[in-house]
């Protein structure tokens, strides 16, 4: 059983409000890819990396991330595309003998190997998983006027993240099964599995410190995770 792990940092990050793609924001003092690239590299259920990156940012993951920590679980560093579910396209064009991909946001750096470790019991069990966790808040969903036009069962409702896995075959189908129409409305992965009908998403649970850095706010965050870390390991 060969997994891939693609991971997918070609967003251009422009609520964050930078030049830099925050992607290549540092906390801690390295790149906030450097993290979940590093935890890939480490965990023994990837066998393979591809990263999906901006041409400009090649040559600086070849040789400021991949060939300087020493990652040689990275076999392939691509150009994305205009949009996300374009970049995710491309690497899964680029896999070879895969079967299971494991899709990760190159802006979420505390994925953790236990999380990777649930996502592959859940994938290979049910050939289609999104990891993510179980709101803490009651979730309105409203109408077109901004009204609450109703309120689900807060045990029912789950705050997604990635890694988001399948079976390589099930999601380049699912993909190529997508309209037009059906293509602009996906957000995540897991979408286009559950727009193409061909397979159930599992939920595997995954950690409220698995956050995406979007925003300056997510910067703060991240370095306090950071901080609590270096706490703990000295105890």
């Given at each position: 059983m060969k997994i891939t792990g693609i991971i997918v940092a070609a967003g251009q990050g422009r609520r964050m409000g930078t030049q830099v793609q925050k992607q290549f924001l540092e906390i801690g003092g390295r790149p906030v890819l450097y993290y979940s690239m590093a935890c890939f590299q480490k965990s023994a259920v990837i066998d393979e990396i591809i990263l999906v990156t901006s041409p400009d940012r090649i040559r600086f993951c070849q040789e400021e991330i991949v060939d300087f920590?020493?990652?040689?679980?990275?076999?392939?560093?691509?150009?994305?595309?205009?949009?996300?579910?374009?970049?995710?396209?491309?690497?899964?064009?680029?896999?070879?003998?895969?079967?299971?991909?494991?899709?990760?946001?190159?802006?979420?750096?505390?994925?953790?190997?236990?999380?990777?470790?649930?996502?592959?019991?859940a994938v290979t069990e049910h050939q289609a998983c999104a990891v993510g966790a179980p709101v803490k808040d009651t979730v309105k969903l409203l109408d077109g006027d901004g009204f609450v036009a109703d309120t689900p069962p807060r045990e029912r409702t789950w705050l997604v993240q990635t890694p988001q896995?399948?079976?390589?075959?099930?999601?380049?189908?699912?993909?190529?099964?997508?309209?037009?129409?059906?293509?602009?409305?996906?957000?995540?992965?897991?979408m286009a599995?559950?727009?193409?009908s061909l397979a159930k998403v599992k939920m595997a649970l995954g950690d409220y410190r698995n956050i995406k850095i979007t925003t300056p706010e997510d910067l703060a965050v991240a370095e306090s995770f950071l901080a609590a870390e270096k706490d703990l390991k000295k105890i």
């Open positions: 920590y020493g990652m040689d679980k990275v076999v392939k560093i691509v150009s994305g595309g205009k949009e996300r579910r374009d970049s995710v396209c491309e690497g899964l064009r680029q896999c070879e003998g895969a079967d299971y991909v494991f899709i990760h946001d190159g802006a979420r750096p505390f994925i953790t190997e236990e999380i990777l470790e649930r996502a592959r019991e896995c399948f079976s390589y075959a099930l999601i380049c189908q699912a993909y190529r099964a997508l309209d037009e129409k059906q293509a602009k409305t996906v957000t995540d992965d897991a599995v559950e727009l193409s």
